[in-house]
């Protein structure tokens, strides 16, 4: 061993002890970002005998059949609010960053660039200052808080993202295929749906996704404006003050599971297209 | 297959005049190639005949109608761009087809004409590959089929060889060539690579700073260009200074800088110059030592070197096939003459010498003075 090393040159050393480093430093790192969704699962499958799920009581399935999933009739409510919400944020968020993407990368008009400018607003001030500045716009116009003022929240701070995702994808179009698509007899309409829709559409899709969970997530905005329509972030910060039922935890890893299954299969299928675009 | 007509056609951007007040007849069937530097024009009057620019003023007609102001999907004309512009998310069927999709041709017709066009382009049992999997040569024939598929009147070409490396750019502009008199289709094809113009066309334009200089067959722009950019953008040329003397039936007498007078076909001056600049091409020069008398004073019986100049050797250089003297006249213009090596016999005359430079008057041509930058 002690030969061994001594015969070694001194590159190889430290090539071999970054290795170890960097294997330590990076099974670190994922440890550190998957905590908590692993005692998130880990204790969807806990039996607490009191209100608190914080200590393993034992294992059971219970939670995850459909009648005790879904015993609180607010938490099932607040789930419905939350999907609708994220549902209805990635469609109208979605359309409408991606005009605004288009109109960003091929048009040049007024305003243009303080628009590019001002849409790094919503990502770049606090959620919280987002949260009180809308409410007190709603509150000046006399705006009754509820479902419509939580959708505009959502979507106003969702479409700058948006755009940003669709734009890396339409500043890379090559123009020149929409003037293919003109010249073999497609008008602008037809152009656009058989030829810069299909290529924008991961873009596009990334987006919505985006724009999906975002809003699903968001706390601090909804708890200004939401005027009683109470989101699932809502319902589980008002739970935790008595204790969170095992429930959510079953919650967050059917979602957590969604989002996983969802990257795995959009991994394996670029891969397939990258090896069968090699042969 | 259609005739291509523009009429007083003028584009400017802005304050910038791109085009500017074109006349051009482009008859049923012919290969026409725009020749021009990069900035004269030739891809913007290509782009107003598509339809993805519209003229600032002017008419551009194909066939019998009036198209200025119709979009590129209403015009019966169908371009192969420079970068292809393929439908990367089309397999190659998909790209061709695309045109009669569009104009609702059945789906077996479709793929029966698919199918042709592939084999006429030399691509047969492509159609089901992506673009990404084709080489540049193979995309270039697949943006060829696509355009040709839908039988358009005129076929518009906007440097498609530009991006071929130089073999294969040979191979397909012969290939062209083929498959245009198979099909007999109007082309109009955008260069600024004389040779391909050369290779190719059945007439060339010659464009500069947004008008034609000259519009003519390949021999003829070549061997009597009408104005001194030709002269210049088209090979190389000698040009010298003189004035116009006095005009005999078929000849016309003008008087170099350098002293001598040369004749010049009268059909080949420029209507109305006094002063022009006389032009000879570099290989119909011939050179004698300026000792040897053999040719005579400039009369010689069979016409060779009835024009003449005297100049002094200033750089030759052998290339193997021919020599080429770069010589000056007492006046500073600058001669080249390009020599075959016929026979081992032949000495190179060396530099410094005192030569005379003559040739026949029928390979004379002359240009305005002031016309056309350099």
Redesign the interface.
């Given at each position: 061993m002690v030969k061994a090393a001594q015969e070694m040159k001194p590159e190889a050393i430290t090539e071999r002890r970054r290795g170890w480093f960097l294997n330590i430093y990076t099974k670190l790192a994922i440890a550190y970002l998957f905590a908590p969704v692993i005692f998130m699962i880990v204790f969807g499958f806990n039996d607490p005998q009191g209100r608190f799920n914080l200590s393993w009581q034992g294992f059971t399935l219970k939670y995850y059949s459909p009648s005790r999933l879904f015993e609180f009739e607010e938490l099932n409510q607040a789930i419905t609010h939350s999907l609708t919400i994220a549902f209805l944020t990635a469609l109208l968020a979605t359309i409408l960053g991606t005009l605004i993407a288009l109109a960003l990368t091929r048009f040049t008009f007024k305003g243009r660039s303080a628009l590019n400018l001002l849409l790094f607003v919503p990502m770049a001030s606090p959620e919280v200052v987002l949260g009180a500045a809308l409410l007190s716009l709603f509150v000046t116009l006399n705006f009754a808080r509820g479902f419509t003022t939580v959708l505009i929240a959502h979507i106003m701070f969702s479409i700058s993202y948006v755009v940003v995702t669709v734009k890396a994808r339409t500043a890379g179009f090559d123009q020149n295929l929409e003037d293919a698509a003109g010249d073999l007899g497609a008008s602008p309409w037809v152009a656009f749906w058989t030829v810069t829709f299909p290529l924008i559409w991961p873009g596009i899709m990334a987006a919505a996704l985006l724009a999906f969970v975002l809003s699903l997530d968001d706390y601090v905005i909804t708890l200004f404006n939401n005027g009683g329509y109470i989101t699932l972030p809502l319902w589980i910060a008002g739970a935790s003050r008595l204790g969170v039922p095992v429930q959510v935890n079953v919650l967050g890893t059917l979602i957590f599971m969604i989002g996983a299954v969802y990257a795995i299969v959009s991994i394996i299928r670029t891969r397939g297209e990258r090896v069968s675009s090699i042969h | 297959m259609s005739s291509v007509h523009l009429e007083g056609v003028t584009k400017s951007f802005k304050d910038m005049v791109a085009v500017d007040n074109i006349d051009l007849d482009v008859r049923e069937g012919e290969f026409l190639s725009f020749l021009g530097p990069s900035g004269c024009g030739k891809t913007t009057t290509l782009r107003m005949i598509?339809?993805?620019e519209q003229p600032t003023s002017g008419k551009i007609f194909l066939g019998e109608d009036n198209v200025a102001g119709l979009?590129?999907?209403k015009r019966n004309?169908?371009?192969v761009?420079q970068?292809y512009?393929?439908?990367?998310?089309l397999a190659v069927a998909e790209n061709v087809g695309?045109?009669l999709k569009?104009?609702k041709v059945g789906k077996d017709e479709t793929k029966k004409r698919v199918e042709e066009m592939l084999e006429l382009v030399d691509l047969p049992g492509y159609g089901d590959r992506?673009i990404?999997?084709m080489s540049g040569g193979q995309q270039q024939r697949v943006a060829l089929a696509?355009?040709l598929v839908?039988r358009p009147g005129v076929l518009l070409l906007d440097e498609p060889l530009g991006a071929l490396d130089l073999k294969l750019r040979k191979q397909m502009q012969l290939e062209l060539k083929r498959i245009q008199s198979e099909v007999g289709i109007t082309f109009i094809y955008v260069t600024h690579d004389q040779e391909e113009a050369m290779t190719m066309s059945d007439r060339i334009a010659v464009m500069n700073a947004g008008h034609f200089e000259q519009i003519g067959a390949p021999q003829d722009i070549y061997e009597f260009p009408a104005t001194e950019f030709v002269a210049s953008f088209l090979g190389a040329s000698n040009l010298l200074d003189g004035d116009v003397e006095s005009g005999d039936g078929g000849m016309t007498r003008v008087k170099l800088a350098v002293g001598s007078t040369v004749s010049v076909p009268t059909n080949r001056m420029p209507a109305g110059a006094g002063h022009v600049r006389v032009g000879v091409r570099p290989e119909k020069l011939h050179i004698t030592g300026a000792g040897a008398t053999g040719d005579g004073g400039g009369t010689s019986a069979n016409g060779h070197g009835a024009n003449a100049v005297e100049a002094q050797v200033m750089v030759s250089t052998y290339i193997g096939v021919s020599t080429s003297y770069e010589c000056r006249t007492s006046d500073g213009s600058k001669i080249v003459v390009y020599v075959q090596n016929l026979g081992n016999s032949a000495q190179p005359i060396g530099a410094g010498a005192t030569v005379r430079l003559s040739w026949d008057p029928e390979h004379t041509f002359a240009v305005g003075a002031n016309g056309g930058g350099k």
């Open positions: - | 598509g339809g993805f979009p590129a999907y004309v169908n371009t761009f970068s512009a393929l439908f990367p998310h695309y045109g569009r104009k992506r990404n999997q696509r355009a839908n």
